[in-house]
């Protein structure tokens, strides 16, 4: 049987009780977002242009929208500091706050207008002295992590460091329910996510591991995989924790894609602290993002999750002779079948 959203607020408050206030508070700006986006241009432009941020991203109204809900809900709470991708600095909410949140509050916007699944990511740590310090930290510091995806469903998945859980948002009750939770990520998934689109760009070891991937039955891999790219990291994130597979976006040769375009703090490090609570691996291409520091708050990074063995072959492919990366389609050393 579905349990309500004191259970949700139960769990946070064994892991700190300071995060069961404020789970109750995100929960609630979840549910908000969920309704305005099921309304959309019944009453507003929604995709309308709303500036640039701070590495000059373009803005969507939404985007504001969910940053400010976020912010004002937030004040008061056990939140001292919150850092948003929207944000050019920290804010502090509360002098007297414990925690530290960092915050995509309206992730993959670009798709609004399209009717595409868009959420909401975060992060929860406890809060250090220097509000920066509080975020430039491994992401193995993270308290809790989690996301909401507003789609035919709005789903809320979170983890506080011991599994992962699900919840619906009842649109009747207006309150999020427990249901199954994601056991494990399959290591049998034939799916993949990149954005083939960049392959002129990508690195020598990223492009060997996708032609051997689309090389299917005929190639070194002897089996068929399928490509899905919905260019919406939350809904990625939820199909894989359904259904299995890998999701790359690697940097490239492109100026300003050398880390790739995501961010450490808010999108990498709490999207891999929810990939390995659940059975995954989350990784740079090579190393594991959640041992990653932060050199700035917007910093970006190269993101690859999904089955561990999936991860770890990617990494292995950065480890081969560059003669075997090179060839399309090539016998590579490590993977003949």
């Not at 706050?97 to 959420?119: E, M, R």
Request: charged fraction near 20%.
């Amino acid at each position: 049987m579905a349990q309500n959203r004191q259970d949700l607020i139960a769990q946070a408050a064994e892991t700190d009780p300071a995060l069961a206030d404020v789970m109750g508070r995100l929960t609630d700006v979840f549910a908000q977002i969920a309704r305005r986006i099921a309304r959309g241009e019944l009453d507003e432009d929604l995709a309308s242009a709303a500036g640039t941020n701070t590495d000059g991203d373009a803005q969507k109204a939404l985007d504001v929208i969910a940053d400010n809900a976020f912010m004002d809900r937030l004040s008061g709470s056990a939140v001292r500091y919150y850092a948003s991708e929207e944000q050019d600095d920290v804010v502090e909410l509360n002098a007297n706050g414990s925690l530290a949140l960092a915050i995509d509050p309206l992730d993959g916007s670009s798709n609004i207008d399209t009717n595409v699944s868009v959420g909401t990511i975060f992060g929860i740590y406890h809060s250090a002295s220097d509000p920066k310090d509080s975020f430039l930290r491994p992401g193995r510091d993270l308290i809790a992590a989690g996301y909401a995806i507003y789609g035919p469903q709005c789903s809320l998945v979170i983890s506080f460091g011991n599994g992962v859980q699900k919840y619906i948002l009842d649109p009747d009750e207006g309150q999020f329910l427990q249901v199954d939770s994601p056991t494990g990520i399959s290591t049998d998934s034939p799916e993949y996510a990149i954005n083939a689109s960049n392959y002129r760009h990508w690195s020598n070891p990223v492009r060997a591991y996708i032609d051997d991937l689309v090389a299917g039955a005929d190639g070194p891999r002897a089996r068929n995989f399928n490509l899905r790219w919905i260019a919406s990291l939350v809904a990625e994130t939820h199909r894989i924790l359904i259904r299995g597979g890998i999701f790359l976006y690697p940097g490239d040769n492109r100026e300003g894609y050398q880390f790739g375009r995501l961010r450490l703090v808010y999108e990498c490090a709490p999207i891999a602290f929810l990939i390995e609570n659940a059975g995954g691996s989350a990784s740079n291409c090579c190393d594991p993002i959640l041992d990653q520091v932060p050199d700035s708050l917007h910093a970006r990074s190269p993101l690859v999750f999904g089955g561990k063995d999936k991860v770890m072959r990617v990494a292995s492919y950065h480890d081969l002779p560059q003669e075997e990366n090179a060839a399309l389609f090539g016998e590579r050393g490590l993977f003949r079948t």
